[in-house]
């Protein structure tokens, strides 16, 4: 596995021929949720490359940039044992040198859920990646379904700005009692590792109720939120949206899916399930 650090290698790379290049952005302090990502490319591509860099214009002032879990060399040691190719490690004078003037912003979707209670959040994700796709050239990149409304907002971001790179969407990877893997787990203390587990399971219960009949959104909704509110989570949002453009629902169909953020102490958690 080859390290990129410096923008010059990284636009001076020139792959094979013909080479499927397959992309995996990430901030680092993999888990299995990204592995299963780096794996789906590797499967699929020719050259996978992967990035780890913590991108700090997605973090809010009053966010954990500073606290952003970090193990660069375990990381590395990971991406090495699954045969990544390329790791580009780039640093934020490079991403952003002074004065940074040019942003990239999805409107209307990125003010909506996560972006309402993370402003600016959306922006500064939708910038990094199309910043990273000029560099890395990928013609896929792949994202996990974890973060479903960065993943749509992705996907009209390439199609409106006419970009080729195509998004493959990966399920979300979950730990045994069903709480989303994310690098922010290891946030929580051992009494809020249980409380967490109740979105996953507020998920489940929701979709069981589907399948036995329930329709009405606004109905799911309250009690999918009266249930997090129950076992000590502390509510951001709870909706129910149309996978394909983020709209809200009154009723459910085969599009519908449950999306959520809650705290758990101090920590935002969000997970989504398709009903
Ligand atoms: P992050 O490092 O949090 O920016 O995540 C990098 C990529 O990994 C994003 O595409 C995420 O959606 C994806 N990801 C994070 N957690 C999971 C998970 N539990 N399952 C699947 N994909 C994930």
Redo the contacts with the bound molecule.
Sequence with gaps: MKQITSLAEMQALVYPADAKIGF???????????L??VERAKDNCDITVVSIYINPTQFGANEDLSSYPRDLERDLELLDSLGVDYVFIPTNEMMYPQPYLTWVNVDEYSELYCGQSRPGHFRGVATIVFKLLNLVRPHYM??????FQ??VILQKMLADLNHPCQIIS?????EEDGL????RNSYLSPEERIVARSLSQTLLQMKAMVAAGYKDATQLIKIAASNLENNGANVDYVELIDSRNLRKQTEIDDHSRMIMAAFVGKTRLIDNMLL
């Excluded at 990430?26 to 990204?34: A, D, F, K, N, V």
């Excluded at 792949?142 to 973060?147: A, Q």
């Excluded at 989303?180 to 690098?183: E, F, I, V, Y």
């Design positions: 995996v952005p990430t901030m680092g302090y993999l888990h299995e949720g990204h299963s990502l792949f994202m996990g379904e974890k973060d960065q993943l990966c399920p979300i990877v979950r989303a893997k994310s690098s």
